[in-house]
């Protein structure tokens, strides 16, 4: 007879409660437990204390008669045929199952910040990439895809996407951030936890919260936010992608808020979390946070203090192995029972509580690294890619040149590829292995892009000289970029900036491309360069993207999600500042950008007519539109970002001068023309006042519609009638845009919430039917 936890007609809370309550403290607490077989404790650690952590975890054959929760990575730790590993997990979940006594398996979790983190799967660009594009259909697309593979390969859980809002570009994880702005950190954010549940995989946001506002930049470090930054920066893409996105995990950060270890945090993990925001998934703690608590917090003086303080707050599985989770009777009862049930009804919505549920099988060669993901790897980078300065004219480059390349990084994969690719993460360890893929070097991609050009290897002796420098990615101090690769200062490392001084003094132009996972200040060289590019970490087809804009044949659209510093000092500057945040004569150091927030440049040119504006007076819960045309001015096609930023000129609290609240990709023919349509509500002039209430004031108002955070085209003012209001979290957090294509007579919703909605009902999911419950 079919028990209730295994009748698919119920609903899966009723399912997982009944199951619940046939189990023990013992087989409760096992749904909490991970376990991480293959991690090494020779080889350098790839998380914090991964090594003292990990050889004391219980072995597997102790934890399968209660069940188990997890199976951290079985792709993502060694090197792995696809084929084999979906053999081998296949087989350990038969074991498991066998293992306890009501059959169930474990729900397997991977990274796939960059891409499914497994070797030979396709490498995307890196999340600053993803920011550069200021496209969230193109991301929904690629975080679709990359579900799909893992999918197909078993696994049930992603470990991303890092919602970080960049404070300090010191901070190692930049690459692994969208950008500055909460705004295009949460619109591009849920675009790809969109993708991701769209394809049956569990969205983890990360890391909540505060990480990235660490103190000086250090990994790990105290975050000393006030209520009004936590409020109004760091937590709004978390709740944009937990109620737009319909994100079903999310991961507490390593740092403390004020004194208060995330991982404790009953305030952010249950109160707002939860009963605020209304998400009802799983909170897994970050790779042994739980242990962290009583290590390095000291809030703790015992694994089983640590666990139920944790349990207690609100995280409910130990990842990526279990340790303070193991003595089911020292651990608080409800708390348990809570935990568990969440645990259970989200492997129920998988399938895994169902009587006929199989492990997936390959029966036929597993391709990890499809034609058409190579495809979206290659658009995503070819978007990503941002010119930042070109006054002399030099680029596109001509045909014919003799061209120097110069700098350490032009014929290195890792120039390309951030701290979480599989190559960098974990094929560094195992140099016997090969990337897995063909990742082609800048010097490679370029000789390819231009067959009939000579190259030099004097710069004296050239057309043209491509300096490349930038970064490469590590975990822990084995990089200059990525988790643990803090920067003391933005000086590019490796003693690249003397080469730079020294190709400038040759006498022949420069193009000094910038190949990095964070920025740098260039202000140095930034007037004697004939033009300069950026990429950050742009992924395996990364190196003929960057070729491309070089030659031309790709028309350069990214735009910067983090401003570019001027001098390596003055750290943090970030654009969301108020009057006194940035330069004035109250101090003798200027953090102005060298290029602002929102800038890149085309190789085409563009005007903007005068927007026109439905309704300059509007009341606090209103909205208004504006229209205006772009069009494209110059004699080659090309992509303009409309932008669209806030300024509040006076406040009850000071206020940021500028900030995003809309934008909108443009792509145009030459000659052609688009209108730009963008529905600004009043719920986004809301902030966090002195008294904690987030409200909409009446008053003046003013957006500027710009080409960056700084080039502004058109001032539209506004204003707020009527009571202020408060607001909550209903409120409308996006602007509304679309495109209308006067050529080609379409419609394109473009940046907005709609645009993905329909993106998604426009694209099959392929054999997995599940729709994102907060959709």
């Known amino acids: 007879m079919v028990k209730p936890w295994q009748d698919t007609t119920l609903p899966a809370h009723v399912r997982a409660a009944d199951l619940l309550a046939r189990m023990t403290a013992e087989e409760k607490a096992a749904q909490l437990s991970s376990v991480w077989l293959g991690a090494d404790t020779e080889r350098p650690e790839v998380a914090p204390g991964q090594h003292a952590y990990a050889a004391e975890s219980p072995a597997l054959d102790a934890l399968l008669p209660h069940g188990l929760g997890q199976l951290t990575r079985p792709f993502g730790t060694v090197p792995v045929e696809p084929a084999t590993g979906v053999a081998r997990l296949a087989a350990l979940q038969r074991r498991i199952r066998a293992g306890n006594r009501f059959g169930l398996p474990a729900l397997a979790h991977e990274e796939c910040l960059t891409g499914f983190t497994a070797w030979q799967a396709t490498i995307f ?81 990360k890391h909540f919260a505060g990480y990235s506002a660490s103190r000086a930049a250090r990994n790990h470090a105290p975050a000393p936010l006030g209520p009004r930054e936590l409020a109004d920066v760091i937590l709004p893409p978390f709740e944009m992608a937990v109620r737009d996105g319909g994100a079903r995990s999310v991961m507490p950060a390593y740092n403390d808020i004020d004194g208060l270890p995330a991982h404790v945090h009953t305030v952010l993990l249950t109160q707002l979390l939860r009963e605020t925001w209304g998400f009802t998934g799983t909170v897994v703690s970050d790779y042994f946070g739980v242990s962290l608590l009583e290590s390095a917090h000291r809030v703790a003086d015992s694994t089983e203090t640590a666990a139920g303080l944790a349990l207690a707050a609100g995280v409910d599985v130990e990842l990526p192995s279990v340790r303070c989770f193991t003595e089911a009777g020292s651990l608080p009862v409800e708390p348990l029972d809570r935990a568990a049930l969440r645990v259970l009804e989200q492997k129920c919505e998988l399938g895994l509580l169902d009587p006929d549920w199989e492990p997936v099988t390959a029966d036929t060669p597993i391709d990890l690294n499809p034609p058409h993901m190579r495809e979206l790897a290659r658009k995503m980078a070819q978007e990503s890619i941002v010119l930042l300065a070109n006054d002399s004219g030099l680029l596109p480059l001509a045909g014919g040149l003799r061209i120097a390349v110069a700098g350490p990084l032009a014929d290195e994969q890792a120039a390309m590829l951030g701290c979480y690719t599989f190559p960098r993460h974990v094929g560094v360890h195992h140099p016997e292995f090969p990337a897995g893929v063909e990742v082609p070097t800048f010097a490679e991609a370029l000789r390819t892009e231009l067959p009939d050009a000579t190259f030099v290897d004097d710069p004296a002796r050239a057309d ?87 030659t031309g044949r790709v028309e350069p659209s990214g735009r910067l999600p983090v401003g570019v510093p001027r001098t390596a000092g003055g750290q943090p500057a970030p654009y969301l500042a108020p009057p006194l945040g940035r330069h004035s004569g109250a101090s003798n150091v200027d953090p102005t950008a060298l290029y602002p927030f929102g800038h890149g440049l085309s190789y085409t040119t563009f005007s903007w007519d005068a927007p026109q504006c439905d309704a300059p007076e509007l009341p606090t819960d209103g909205e208004t539109t504006l229209r205006l045309t772009v069009r494209n001015t110059g004699d080659r096609p090309g992509t303009e970002v409309v932008q669209l930023y806030l300024h509040d000129p006076v406040g009850t609290v000071a206020r940021p001068e500028v900030r995003l609240v809309g934008y909108a990709r443009v792509t145009l023919d030459a000659g052609a023309s688009a209108e730009v349509h963008a529905t600004f509500p009043a719920d986004l002039a809301a902030y966090t006042g002195a008294d904690g209430r987030r409200v909409v004031e009446p008053g003046a108002l003013e957006l500027r519609v710009a080409a960056s955070s700084e080039r502004v085209h058109h001032t539209v003012s506004l204003t707020l009638t009527g009571a202020e209001r408060e607001v909550g979290h209903g409120r409308r957090m996006r602007c509304e845009t679309r495109v209308n294509n006067f050529d080609a007579g379409t419609e394109r919703f473009l940046s907005s919430q709609g645009n993905q909605r329909d993106f998604l009902a426009s694209r099959s999911v392929g054999t997995v039917s599940y729709a994102p419950r907060h959709a």
């Not at 300090?168 to 951030?177: A, L, V």
């Open 125 to 205: 660009p890196t999340p600053l990439s993803w920011g550069a594009t200021f496209d969230p259909a193109l991301v929904t697309e690629m975080a679709q895809s990359i579900g799909t593979s893992m999918r197909a390969a078993g696994i049930h859980q992603g470990l991303a996407p890092v919602l970080d809002v960049v404070r300090d570009p010191r901070w190692g994880r930049t690459e692994e951030s969208i950008g500055e702005d909460p705004y295009l950190v949460g619109t591009i954010g849920t675009a790809y936890v969109r993708g991701l549940e769209a394809a049956g995989i569990v969205a983890t946001l």
């Open 464 to 550: 043209v000289c491509l300096a490349v420098v930038g970064d490469r990615s590590g975990l822990f101090g084995r990089g200059s970029s990525g988790e643990g690769c803090d920067a003391a200062d933005l000086e590019l490392p490796y003693g690249q900036g003397a080469l730079l001084d020294d190709v400038l003094d040759s006498g022949t132009p420069v193009v000094i491309v910038v190949l990095s996972g964070r920025p740098y200040a260039l202000g140095r060289w930034a007037d004697r360069a004939a033009a300069v590019v950026q990429a950050f970490f742009p992924g395996q087809e990364g190196g003929g993207a960057v070729a491309g804009v070089l």
